[in-house]
């Protein structure tokens, strides 16, 4: 079954399949949901949302964002022990030190 969440939108309620997210981002206490070509945001906290989707191939990636293992294009080493990581839609983020060792050993890398 597949796992949805809701995104509003110019006052508009979407309903999204998570494989559509790339990535999950806070910004000034609001939370937003990005696809490939929108951004919406969500009422939830980031931290109940990294509860929810941790068994569908997320993982956080900096105290402000959780990133979609699935859309992921390309990872190499940042300075200080971060990770760069590209996404599908080709929008780099970064991967604090804090959580790049954990990405790593989910990646096998």
């Not at 294009?73 to 990581?85: C, E, F, N, Q, T």
């Not at 996404?87 to 804090?98: A, F, G, H, P, T």
């Given at each position: 079954m597949e796992f949805k969440l809701t995104g509003i939108k110019n006052n508009e309620t979407y309903i999204l399949d998570v494989s559509q997210i790339l990535y999950i981002e806070t910004i000034e206490r609001k939370v937003f949901l990005?696809?490939?070509?929108?951004?919406?945001?969500?009422?939830?906290?980031?931290?109940?949302?990294?509860?929810?989707?941790?068994s569908q191939d997320f993982f956080r990636a900096s105290k402000s964002s959780i990133i979609n293992l699935g859309h992921m294009?390309?990872?190499?080493?940042?300075?200080?022990?971060?990770?760069?990581?590209t996404?599908?839609?080709?929008?780099?983020?970064?991967?604090?030190?804090?959580y790049a060792s954990g990405i790593k050993q989910r990646l096998g890398v």
């Open positions: 990005y696809s490939s070509n929108n951004v919406y945001e969500t009422p939830l906290k980031l931290y109940a949302l990294e509860e929810q989707l941790e294009h390309a990872l190499k080493s940042d300075i200080d022990g971060r990770l760069m990581v996404m599908d839609n080709d929008e780099k983020l970064i991967v604090s030190r804090q």
